[in-house]
């Protein structure tokens, strides 16, 4: 009985310990969007921003979890033939973004490699002739760098996983629609954020 007790005031110190390490820290982060929908031809990549908060959640010197909200301007520009000539025309499609990314920092320093999931709310388009889906699942992943003050530069891919049109590629023996159909969202950002100290 006694070993019992001591092996759980052990492993109670060692949780107090542990609680006691981590940090929260507010932030701010925004950047610049390099947007494209997938499998559409002559479209070209459209350069938008995007803004929002996060709260860094500092378990160690090598792990952190980082809830995010961000309002992220996405979509592509097209092009389309009309009265003997081409046009292009940027497609709007804004999100309010929730996500959640882990970070590892290599050595315990700055340099970190990034990943995590997100759920993208559409809030606005300028389609006129269809209706995109109102949401996104999206995987993002990247890399960046920490300065002590607390500002971070960083890359990251997101990669939408919903076909904006709501088809899943599944041919139904129709052979009308195939997989490598699906319209995907593809962003590239690159951007800086900023976490508070909280004492």
């Known amino acids: 009985m006694k070993k019992i007790t001591l092996i759980a005031f052990v492993l109670f110190i060692g949780l107090v310990k542990s609680q006691a390490q981590v940090k929260v820290s507010p932030g701010l982060r925004g950047g610049l ?5 997938t499998n559409i031809d002559d479209n070209r990549s459209k350069t938008d921003f995007y803004i929002g908060g996060l709260v860094d959640i500092k ?3 090598y792990f952190s979890l980082q809830p995010e909200i961000t ?3 996405q979509g592509d520009e097209g092009r389309y033939f009309e009265n003997g000539r081409y046009y ?10 929730l996500g959640a990314v882990a970070k590892y920092h290599f050595g315990g320093k700055g340099f970190h490699v990034l990943a995590g999931p997100s759920l993208d709310i559409k809030v606005g388009d300028n389609y006129i002739n269809s209706n ?4 996104d699942l999206a995987i993002v992943g990247g890399v960046g760098y920490t300065l002590p003050n607390g500002l971070t530069f960083e890359a990251r891919i997101k990669q939408g996983m919903i076909d904006i049109y709501g088809y899943d590629g599944l041919d139904n ?4 629609y195939y997989y490598n159909d699906v319209i995907l969202n593809q962003v590239f950002q690159i951007g800086i954020s900023y976490t508070f100290k909280v004492k």
Do not use: A, C
């Not at 969007?33 to 929908?37: A, D, F, Q, R, V």
């Not at 292009?88 to 973004?97: D, G």
């Not at 995109?132 to 949401?135: I, N, Q, V, W």
């Open 33 to 37: 969007n390099i947007s494209t929908l």
């Open 59 to 61: 378990f160690n010197k």
């Open 71 to 73: 309002y992220s301007r």
């Open 88 to 97: 292009s025309e940027k497609y709007e499609l804004n999100y309010l973004t």
């Open 132 to 135: 995109p889906e109102g949401f």
């Open 173 to 176: 023996n129709n052979d009308d």
